[in-house]
C-alpha cells in the first residue's frame, strides 16, 4: 500500500484552503465519478450563471440610467431655453430702462431751461417795467391797448405753466414707468437666479448618473472577465481530465514525477469503489465548505460545491487520500496550483489551490 506526500508553503497567508474531488471514467465506477466531476463541471456552470445574471442585472440598471440621463438632458436643455428667454426679457427690461432713464434727463434739462427761461422773462420784465411804469400799469385812456397787454402776460404765464405742468407730469409717468421696470426686472433676476441652481442640481444629477455608469461598466467588465477565467478553468480541467483518461485507457502516462504514491500510511483494503466513507483525509483542518450544495456570502446564490475546502495550519503537509500515481502538476486558472492522482480503475483525486509543491 502506498501514499503520496504533498507538502505546501505560504509565505504571506497564515492559512490556507485545500480543495480536493474524486472523479472517475470507467463503467461502472465511471458513472459515479463521472458525477462528482459533473458536479465540479455544474459549480462552475452555477458561478458562470451567477455572473451572467448579475450583468444582466447591470445592463438594465445601465440601461434605466441612460434612460434617466437621456430625460434629464431634455429637461436640460428646456432650461437652458427657458434661462436664455428669462434672460433676453431681462436685457430688454435694462434697455426699457436706460431708455426712460435719458427720457427722464432730457425732461429734466427741459425743466430747467425752461425755468432759465421763465427767470430770464421775469428779470427782463421787471427791467422794461422799469423804463416803462406805464406800460404795466392800466390806461384808463387806453383800456383795449392795456387789457391787450395784460391778456399778453396772461397768455404768456398760462403757456408757460401749462408747460411745465406737462413736463412734470411726463417726468412722474417716467419715474412711475421706471419704477415698475426695476421690479419686473427684478422678478424676472430672480427667476434667473432660480433657474440656473435648478440647473446646476440637475447637472449635478446627470453627472452622478453617469459616475454610476462607469462604475457599472467596470464591474461589468470585471465580472466579463472573471466569466471568461471560469470558462477557461473549465475547459482546461475537462480537456486535461479527459486527456488523463485517454493515456489510462492506452495504458500510456505522462506523469510530471512519475513518482508512485505507494507508502504505507493509513491501512485502506480493498479497491477504491468499495472504500465509500473510509478514505483518509488529506490534511489536518476544519472544514469550511462541505460537499454539496451552500449559498455564497458574496453572490447571494446557491451554488454545488463538488469537493471539499479545508482550512489547514500553515505548514501542514497534505497527503493523498488513497495510495496511486502523480498524474499531474499543473497551475489552473481560477484552481491555482492542482495535483491530479490516479487511484487506478479510471479514479482520480484532484488537490487545489496549493502554494508549492513537493512530492515525496
Known amino acids: 500500500m502506498t501514499y503520496a506526500l504533498l507538502y ?4 504571506s497567508l497564515q492559512v490556507c484552503y485545500l480543495l480536493f474531488f474524486i472523479l472517475s471514467t470507467t463503467t461502472p465506477s465511471f458513472l459515479n465519478a463521472q458525477g462528482d466531476f459533473q458536479q465540479r463541471i455544474d459549480k462552475i456552470e452555477t458561478d458562470i450563471s451567477a455572473l451572467r445574471d448579475e450583468l444582466l442585472n447591470m445592463q438594465k440598471r445601465e440601461g434605466d440610467f441612460l434612460s434617466e440621463i ?4 431634455k429637461k436640460v436643455i428646456l432650461m437652458i431655453q427657458k434661462l436664455s428667454l428669462y434672460q433676453d426679457e431681462e436685457n430688454k427690461i435694462s434697455e426699457q430702462i436706460a431708455v426712460t432713464s435719458v427720457k427722464i434727463n432730457d425732461l429734466k434739462g427741459e425743466i430747467s431751461r425752461l ?3 421763465y427767470e430770464q422773462q421775469v428779470v427782463s420784465t421787471y427791467l422794461f417795467a422799469r423804463r416803462k411804469t406805464e406800460w404795466l400799469s392800466f390806461d384808463w385812456r ?3 391797448e392795456s387789457l391787450r397787454r395784460l391778456r399778453y402776460f396772461l397768455i404768456i404765464s398760462e403757456h408757460e405753466r401749462a408747460l411745465a405742468a406737462n413736463l412734470k407730469k411726463r417726468q412722474s409717468e417716467y419715474l412711475a414707468q421706471n419704477v415698475v421696470l426695476e421690479t419686473q426686472k427684478k422678478n424676472k433676476h430672480a427667476l434667473v437666479l432660480e433657474i440656473g441652481k435648478q440647473l446646476t442640481a440637475v447637472t449635478g444629477v446627470r453627472n452622478d448618473k453617469r459616475g454610476l455608469i462607469r462604475n457599472l461598466r467596470e ?3 470585471s465580472r466579463e472577465l472573471a466569466i471568461r477565467k471560469l470558462e477557461r478553468s473549465r475547459g482546461s480541467l475537462i480537456a486535461e481530465i479527459q486527456k488523463r483518461d485517454k493515456e489510462r485507457k492506452s495504458g500510456r502516462t505522462t506523469s510530471s514525477t512519475g513518482s508512485i504514491i505507494d507508502r504505507k500510511w493509513i491501512p485502506v483494503k480493498g479497491a477504491f469503489s ?4 473510509k478514505m483518509n483525509w488529506p490534511v489536518n483542518g476544519k472544514i469550511v465548505t462541505k460537499f454539496g450544495k451552500y449559498k455564497d456570502p458574496v453572490l447571494l446564490t446557491t451554488l454545488n460545491n463538488s469537493g471539499i475546502d479545508i482550512r489547514a495550519d500553515f505548514g501542514k503537509p497534505i497527503r493523498s487520500i488513497y495510495k496511486g500515481q502523480v498524474s499531474f502538476i499543473t497551475f489552473m486558472s481560477g484552481y491555482g496550483n492542482t495535483v491530479i492522482i490516479d487511484h487506478g480503475s479510471g479514479y482520480y483525486s484532484v488537490y487545489s489551490h496549493l502554494n508549492e509543491i513537493y512530492i515525496a
Not at 437621456?70 to 438632458?73: A, H, K, T
Open 8 to 11: 505546501f508553503k505560504k509565505y
Open 142 to 144: 387806453k383800456p383795449l
Open 70 to 73: 437621456e430625460v434629464i438632458d
Open 219 to 221: 464591474d461589468r467588465s
Open 274 to 277: 468499495k472504500n465509500k466513507g
Open 115 to 117: 425755468q432759465e427761461v
